[in-house]
């Protein structure tokens, strides 16, 4: 008999993960033009210091969140087994909503450190992402019932992703003298905090074990030996160098694009934002249809596909003069990194056996987090020194992903 998850239950989780992403995406259109190219010095937040160390600072802002993810999704996924999946998604709810309020004082008061400090809180609560997508896959009882829910995690996160840069652009005010950036992040801060009675309603899960005897059973850092435990394991290794490389190009391409629109083709911050939310609704309808592509081409067939097209995306953005060529990208980023990051995770599932797909997941998505924060701090300190070289490695990094691409043709049997 087949099973799948509670309809009332996948739709909590999938909402946690609709905020993180929004959480994620709407710093896009309020960094721009605050820290990377400041539209004046009274929305400065690095006033008096160097343009390269405006962009060097921007892009690690950007690169906090997922390496956060990548440093506590192990750990929270590891505590989630021990200590119970309710109060590890509570605590990390109240700690978004914390992290949530501090990067509002943050952009309220232009302080930088009191941003980043709320940036890591965000990041770092994010890190239950995993552990959602695992506890939605392991009520799957078949492979296309896993890739219909894993394909809906991705749509939910997308659909943030989308709606995340509108949601900060609807209210930000640049002519006011208070209130002008931050007031986005107060009202997500309330979003978070709805979730929160939402989520101990409709999960219903068995007595919490007492937290200092839960604790003591947890290996704190067994996450960062899993992930090595996956580097080494036999048939991984091809896999894991495309996965990061794909990851590492993307990174560079999320955070270079809003530079290349406001610094190239003069956007304001409204424009920025309609840019990226329509990118994000090509990157929704990839992970709404993927399922059904992946079932019909393979997974392999459509690796290869999206690799190369992720690369001629770096490509046009890069040499492209023209605006009209650039709303190409909405659709080839997308197509390109979106569907390969499908595909990969895909196969990733398929290549170990049940028992062990939550721990794959949960690694997976730690190293997505240190892959794009690697590419977002990347792109801060090339960029600092040129757009054209800071795409000229994306191209490269994204090359080399479809080059390596040709050596994977059938599902590996990862030995752990």
Not at 124 to 138: P, S
Not at 149 to 163: D, E, K
Not at 246 to 255: F, P
Not at 379 to 390: K, Q
Request: charged letters at 10%; hydrophobic letters at 55%.
């Amino acid at each position: 008999m087949q099973k799948s998850p509670d309809r009332t239950l996948a739709t909590a989780l999938l909402a946690i993960l609709f905020f993180h992403m929004i959480c994620e995406s709407m710093v896009i259109p309020v960094l721009a033009p605050t820290l990377a190219s400041p539209i004046s010095e009274a929305h400065d937040m690095l006033l008096g210091f160097s343009p390269r160390l405006h962009k060097f600072f921007y892009g690690i802002s950007l690169a906090i969140y997922p390496i956060a993810i990548f440093i506590c999704a192990p750990l929270l996924g590891s505590l989630s087994d021990t200590i119970g999946r309710k109060p590890i998604l509570t605590a990390a709810l109240i700690g978004t909503v914390a992290g949530s309020i501090a990067q509002g004082f943050g952009m309220e008061f232009l302080s930088l450190p009191i941003f980043i400090v709320g940036r890591i809180l965000v990041g770092a609560t994010a890190g239950v992402d995993g552990v959602i997508q695992a506890a939605l896959l392991d009520k799957c009882s078949t492979q296309a019932q896993k890739n219909r829910y894993l394909g809906m995690t991705l749509l939910a996160m997308s659909l943030g992703f989308i709606l995340g840069p509108a949601f900060s652009a609807s209210m930000i005010d640049e002519n006011a003298t208070t209130l002008a950036w931050s007031i986005p992040f107060f009202v997500l801060a309330i979003c978070f905090s709805v979730t929160i009675p939402v989520l101990n309603v409709t999960y219903g899960s068995r007595r919490a074990r007492p937290l200092k005897q839960s604790t003591q059973k947890v290996e704190w850092f067994k996450g960062l030996r899993d992930i090595m435990k996956l580097k080494n394991a036999s048939g991984a290794t091809r896999l894991l160098s495309i996965f990061s490389l794909n990851q590492i190009a993307g990174g560079i391409m999320v955070t270079i694009i809003p530079l290349l629109l406001i610094q190239d083709f003069s956007f304001s911050v409204k424009k920025t934002a309609v840019f990226m939310s329509v990118m994000g609704v090509f990157s929704a309808l990839v992970f709404a249809f993927g399922d059904r592509l992946i079932a019909r081409f393979s997974p392999f067939a459509m690796l290869r596909a999206t690799l190369l097209t992720s690369a001629f995306c770096v490509i046009i953005a890069a040499t492209s003069p023209f605006e009209a060529v650039m709303w190409a990208v909405t659709i080839l980023f997308p197509a390109g990194f979106s569907m390969s990051y499908f595909a990969l995770i895909s196969i990733f599932s398929q290549s170990v056996p049940k028992e062990h797909s939550g721990w794959m997941m949960s690694v997976m998505s730690a190293l997505w987090g240190l892959t794009s924060g690697i590419g977002m701090a990347i792109c801060g300190f090339l960029s600092g020194i040129s757009d054209i070289l800071s795409m000229a490695v994306c191209a490269l990094i994204a090359a080399g992903a479809f080059a390596l691409s040709f050596g994977e043709r059938s599902i590996p049997e990862i030995k752990l």
